[in-house]
């Protein structure tokens, strides 16, 4: 008997939704719907200078009058705290985390020294700097109160997830390479848990069986296999579809104050007119 197809939409509550968002949002919709599956609903809000309780608001009056629906309560990532803060203690006990008291200053600093940095998808790669502390330096600044962030040891993790790895990407199985993100921060003091992580754990947890996300985040998809062959966690299959651009050819986002849905609504634009622009590419 084939699996109940479940898909989702979670968006961060930091501004309101565009038509990008749209654009993914009735993807997964119309494939779990087409499928007789489940669709989810998910407020990725575990920044908390970032995201507004008014935008979580604004996320639900949207997909409201856009017309979809979803399946089940709506889960807020702020209200789960404790089960990732549990999963990095799953990967400390492992040995393949170690606290990073760099601050953005020395990581540029250690980085211009170097010269030539190695680089990933999000820029620059760490240097390894507090990797090479020893357990007592460790522990007597963590002890006097320093602050540092988490980071995973990804040659240590490398060395203990099973390898190959591999996703299945719209059908075709594709190789990872989760080592071009290098030691990759999966906590800090303001953010309890990194984005990696919170996804991969909610995923698995909520069975999530196709992850349907924009292609810029395709890089990520790597780390996110080797979390969930650490953690022994279900991988969903992936299907990252194109960035939707503006009249002017640059992607919408909220950082270039791409229209909002709540701006197209105040114009008087009705749903299906939005449904429409969403899907052809917002043009």
Partial sequence: M??????????????????????????????????????LLRIEDIDPVRCRPDFVDGILEDLAWLGLDWDGPVRRQSEHLPEYRAALHRLDGMGLLYPCFCTRADIAREIAAIGHAPHGPDGALYPGTCRRLSPRERA????????????????????????????????????????????????????????????????????????????????ATDL???????????????????????????????????PTLQGLREQGLAPEKVREMASAGGE
């Fill in 140 to 219: 007597g600044r963590v002890a006097a109160g320093q602050p540092y962030a988490l980071r995973l040891d990804m040659a240590a993790a490398l060395a203990r997830a099973p390898w190959p790895l591999s996703c299945l990407e719209q059908g075709q199985r594709r190789r990872c390479d989760p080592a071009q993100f290098g030691d990759v921060v999966l906590a800090r003091k303001d953010i309890p848990a990194s984005y990696h992580l919170c996804v991969t754990h909610d995923d698995a947890l909520q069975g999530v069986t196709l992850v349907t996300r924009a292609e810029d985040l395709a890089p």
């Fill in 2 to 39: 084939a699996a109940t197809l479940v898909t989702r939409f979670a968006p961060s509550p930091t501004g309101r939704l565009h038509l990008g968002h749209a654009h993914s949002a009735l993807l997964a919709w119309r494939l779990a719907r087409a499928a007789g599956g489940r669709f």
């Fill in 224 to 258: 996110h296999r080797l979390l969930q062959a650490l953690l022994g966690w279900k991988a969903p299959r992936y299907c990252h579809h194109a960035l939707l651009l503006g009249a002017d050819g640059k992607r919408l986002s909220k950082r270039d104050n791409a």
